[in-house]
Nanobody, 117 residues
Framework: QVQLVESGGGLVQPGGSLRLSCAASGNIATSYTMGWYRQAPGKQRELVAI???????NYLDSVKGRFTISRDNAKNTVYLQMSSLELEDTAVYYC???????????WGQGTQVTVSS
């Protein structure tokens, strides 16, 4: 069983930056993928960024060039550096870890990111 705890969310003005962290209780160094999803009010949850065990990264088109995902296997932590934040980035951000191609998959409890002037 893996428990994920996100932190780093908050209120920021447009153009600002935040760094989200997701700390895992177990060893996730060999996890198949680690990612960040978000869900805005009234919208479906969407994949924001994902990083594979091999270090391949993929991003939602609207965040490319602004967000960077990274993982620190020694600390069992995945990060999401968010820059040039926009109003549309406001959402609850969830950390996700998939241990193997067929699972299991774990979710964090979510952290609120609000971009507002």
């Amino acid at each position: 069983q893996v428990q994920l705890v996100e932190s780093g969310g908050g209120l920021v003005q447009p153009g600002g930056s935040l760094r989200l962290s997701c700390a895992a209780s177990g060893n996730i160094a060999t996890s198949y993928t680690m990612g960040w999803y978000r869900q805005a009010p009234g919208k479906q949850r969407e994949l924001v960024a994902i990083i594979t065990k091999g270090g391949i990264m993929n991003y939602l088109d609207s965040v490319k060039g602004r967000f960077t995902i990274s993982r620190d296997n020694a600390k069992n932590t995945v990060y999401l550096q968010m820059s040039s934040l926009e109003l549309e980035d406001t959402a609850v951000y969830y950390c996700n870890v998939r241990l193997t191609l067929v699972g299991p998959t774990y979710w964090g409890q979510g952290t609120q990111v609000t971009v507002s002037s």
